[in-house]
């Protein structure tokens, strides 16, 4: 079977060859066009760490002079003009470190059965997406449920402990998420290796996955620390806003955060509103190096394994 011919393609105009090539020379080549991305890049990388050393410098520029010893050990009088912060430096230990201590386990736990104790289906896919609509819920929807749950429906009141549980609540899908991908970065080969020399899967988790996923863990934890400091609607409405040392877990207590917020808000003392952001933002600025220490140390590790 014969094809027919085709016919032959019309010539191209001459001015349209010359609109092609004037349009070619006009187009920027792809190393110019490289070189102004990234020279966008950087300016967007450089605005952002310009405004956050902005911020931190303006803070600790007013606040750093007015933060003296006495300011650190005393309490605050007349509702926080005079005197300085140690009812709510406790108040901050006690809150954040009893809702990590809650939360850490319990986070930690759920990895590890995502990870190395269930396959991948509606289950695993239920709870990842119970943990992302956690961590979207605005904070002063966790206050809330705080105060109606912890603090009255539990008979807890406006306590330290009623605000541990909240912020434990808050926290809790930031150590899923970095706990799961710190042990789904662990080799299989360790685990091979270790069901090769006869060890459960339980020791395997505990004494292989664990112990190499580690740093990356921590971060997690450490990262969870800083957000709970920071934190002031939901401790406003679950642990109170007391001035005083408290003497257990079900005082009443103000963090640091709560009291910034209130001198600020209610304009009772711009020199201590400055100081106590000062020491706030010292406490976060030092949590975050150090877990971003630890990340650094996390990847190192993992590539010396490699």
Not at 270 to 281: D, K, P, Q, S
Request: overall charge positive; some cysteine.
């Amino acid at each position: 079977m014969k094809l027919a011919p085709t016919a032959p393609l019309p010539p191209v105009p001459a001015s349209e060859r010359r609109n092609a090539a004037r349009r070619i020379r006009l187009m920027p080549s792809p190393t110019v066009t490289e070189r102004i991305v990234v020279a966008l890049l950087w300016a967007m990388a450089a605005i952002t760490i310009a405004v956050l050393v902005f911020i931190i410098g303006y803070i600790l520029l007013h606040g750093l002079p007015h933060v003296t010893w006495s300011f650190l050990t005393e309490s605050p009088r007349r509702m926080g003009r005079e005197g300085g912060v140690l009812p709510m430096i406790v108040g901050t230990v006690l809150v954040t470190g009893l809702a990590v201590l809650i939360a850490a386990p319990i986070g930690v736990a759920t990895a590890v059965y995502l990870t190395e104790y269930t396959a991948e289906g509606r289950l695993t896919a239920v709870i990842r997406f119970g943990a992302d609509c956690l961590a979207g819920i605005p904070s002063i929807v966790f206050g809330l449920f705080g105060f109606v749950f912890f603090a009255i429906t539990l008979g807890l009141g406006l306590s330290i402990l009623s605000g541990a549980l909240t912020l434990a609540l808050m926290v809790l899908p930031t150590i899923i998420r970095t706990s799961e991908e710190a042990i789904r970065a662990v080799p299989y080969a360790y685990r091979e290796a270790s069901f090769g020399l006869g060890s459960t899967r339980w020791q395997t988790t505990l004494y292989v996955v664990l112990r190499s996923a580690l740093p990356g863990i921590s971060t997690g934890v450490v990262l969870s620390v800083g957000r709970s400091i920071s934190e002031t609607a939901a401790v406003m409405l679950t642990a109170g806003s007391a001035l005083g040392l408290p003497d257990s877990l079900f005082d009443s207590s103000r963090t640091l955060a709560l009291h910034f917020y209130y001198l600020a808000q209610e304009n009772i003392s711009e020199a201590n509103a400055y100081a106590t952001a000062a020491v706030l933002v010292m406490a976060i600025l030092a949590i975050n190096l150090f877990a971003y220490w630890l990340m650094r140390r996390f990847i190192a590790r993992g590539g010396h394994h490699a």
